[in-house]
């Protein structure tokens, strides 16, 4: 079964590495998105452009370069408030420099309060698991929910 749900894939402006997006490309594709990758080095205008014009079912914001927390932040609160994208905004893969816990928590967190449904740092166990989950949930809902009633 297809679904012809839009996931649109960026990274923030200063990350210019494209591998990241190509692998998280071909995944959402697998699991039934239709992808829009906006590629390395996504300006914010372009991402806030192009959920004006047109709507989405998922927001992934993929970042290997470290400065996910800052810019990410920044991204999120501009598509919550210049756009109608209400649906999910999440971010994922290395969100900043630092490898402790406590950092990562804090970081995750101004990235939720700025706007994003959930954060997937790489540093954190199960955190790639997860996000697959969740998406996966988003498009086969009464799979998932059979799953937990199940347990």
Request: aromatic share 8%; hydrophobic share 40%.
């Amino acid at each position: 079964m297809t679904f012809n749900k839009t996931a649109l894939l960026i990274t923030v402006p200063s990350d210019s590495h494209s591998w990241n997006l190509v692998f998280m490309e071909f995944l959402l594709n697998d699991l039934g998105y239709k992808v829009e990758n906006l590629g390395p080095n996504t300006p914010m205008d372009d991402v806030i452009a192009r959920l004006e014009r047109n709507g989405c079912a998922i927001v992934v914001i993929s970042t290997v370069n470290g400065h996910g927390y800052l810019e990410g932040a920044e991204l999120a609160r501009r598509i919550r408030s210049e756009t109608h994208h209400v649906d999910g905004l999440y971010i994922g893969g290395k969100i900043c420099t630092e490898n402790d816990a406590q950092t990562i928590a804090r970081h995750s967190d101004t990235l939720r309060e700025a706007g994003c449904d959930e954060v997937f740092d790489d540093s954190v166990a199960n955190s790639f698991d997860a996000f697959q989950a969740l998406v996966s949930a988003q498009l086969f809902p009464a799979h998932y929910l059979e799953k937990r009633v199940a347990r």
